[in-house]
């Protein structure tokens, strides 16, 4: 007899599953009775928190879900702030929990782990709770679940298996096929009206955002065929290459780039909520779009949100850039004015060069140093200063290299566990695996620290860059900014190249940019993983000179 947990195993192999994230317990070792001898990787991370955010990581590299197997009850509560950060960024993730015998369901008799309702508790981090109250329910729910990763925008998806469901009889499911669906085409009358307005715009321009990751090739042609200038979000970063010449960059939350989108006749937005994470980091309020605004979008209702259409259009962004571009064919172009495009995003790019501060310059040269050593590195950040500066001013070649944790939901201690998740699934990311970096904070850190010791018994060799400066300055400021007296902002600062040390990783301090080289090469040759400390007070003293 093949249980439903064993079947589960099987069917997740179909769908092309590869890895999962767990921690066994009591109530999940059902899960795992036909694991070990599936073709699936399992790596046990230190908390349920942890294995989300690897889920979550590993999903923006390798465009999979991440799969997650995970306890009843305190398994259930842990893993909630991590499905929280991938359903506000739209990432693919299956988080299969165990739950109470359906008789005792909602008992509130005390049993071990028991929560009133798990389905409630996830209910505003998922885009669907599922109870599975028999085993034959299964391969539908899978079905249901996969469809909306291949084919809708992919937010967290939480089964439930009660454990008499779990050890079932499921033989009947192991013939189940998983079901593929293609993702929705542009209409065609609508994508031509679309093509039309861009046709004849003067001063068109182009906002794309992360549901666009998997069309950098169409949305170049699509930018180069207008002559218009792309702003890119955070997690859409690299669908334009650093140094093309239509690239804005991230940078929708400064004056000087709004007062670009401001100029714009129409606006092609693409793949993004324009929300204020990526368009108004500085809470300011004042972007604005003036121009003939279009969006397309997989979620309809995402398509009305925050800024309204002149126009819209729900289909899958490659599809949709395609259609455009078929489009485009069939019209001609209105003269662009001579001051657009290129010479235009060149004015913009030079102006914003020359009003970073020193500290911003400082951290530049940070990421500038890490990218010069380690071309190929994919940058995974938490919350902290060198990455807000990166969000700014850095622009990698290619998508899926930059992602981190300050935008969405915003949680600290993401980029650990992330990293090693981004790691494991960057296997066919571009030529061979690249080197993982991890951007993150002393504060951070401090939330998911134990994760490290995951890295080293997982082998997985990412590179931990620390940037200390011994509390949440970030926060101190912005108390300070508010004649807020700080308090609770100066913590306890640990000895992390000791704590390192002590959970098995290499750990060294740097004080310069050659040690900071000397030490990513040395990293980049281990089997496991390193911890870098930056001391911020003195890079920023280093970087002056």
Known sequence: MATCGEVLVKLLEGYGVEQVFGIPGVHTVELYRGLARSSIRHVTPRHEQGAGFMADGYARVSGKPGVCFIITGPGMTNITTAMGQAYADSIPMLVISSVQSRSQLGG??????????????????????????????????????????QAGRARPVHIEIPLDVLVE????????????????????DAAAQMAGLLATARRPLILAGGGAIDAAAELTELAERLGAPVALTINAKGLLPSRHPLLIGSTQSLVATRALVAEADVVLAIGTELAETDYDVTFAGGFEIPGALLRIDIDPDQTVRNYPPHQALVSDARNAAQALLAGLDRQSLTERRSDWGPARVARLRAELERSWDAPTRAQQ?????????????????????PVYTGNLTFNPEQ???????????????????????????????????????????DGGLQFTLPELA????????????????????????????????????????????????????????????????????????????????????????????
């Open 108 to 149: 509130g008799r005390g049993k071990l782990h028991e929560l009133p309702n798990q389905g409630a508790l996830v209910g505003g981090v998922a885009a669907f709770s599922h109870t599975l109250m028999s085993a034959a329910e299964l391969p539908g729910v899978l079905a249901r679940a996969f469809a909306l990763f």
């Open 169 to 188: 009889d499921a033989d009947a499911l192991l013939a189940s096929t998983p079901v593929a669906i293609n993702r929705a085409g542009a209409a065609p």
């Open 365 to 385: 040269l940070f990421l500038e140093t890490v990218l010069q050593t380690l071309p190929e590195a994919v940058f995974v950040g938490d919350s902290t200063q």
């Open 399 to 441: 998508p899926r290299r930059w992602f981190n944790s300050s935008t969405g939901y915003g949680t600290l201690g993401y980029a650990l566990p992330a990293a090693i998740g981004a790691w494991l699934g960057g296997r066919d990311l571009g030529h061979g695996r690249p080197p993982v970096v991890c951007l993150i904070g």
């Open 454 to 545: 995951c890295a080293v018994e997982a082998r997985t060799p990412v590179i931990v860059l620390l940037w200390n400066n011994q509390g949440y300055e970030e926060i101190k400021k912005y108390m300070v900014n508010r004649a807020i007296e700080p308090v609770g902002v100066d913590i306890y600062t640990p000895d992390f190249i000791g704590v390192a040390k002590a959970l098995g990783c290499a750990a060294e301090a740097i004080d310069g940019v050659q040690s900071l080289r000397n030490a990513l090469l040395a990293a980049s040759d281990r089997q496991g993983p390193t911890l870098i400390e930056i001391d911020q007070a003195r890079w920023m003293l280093e970087a002056s000179k």
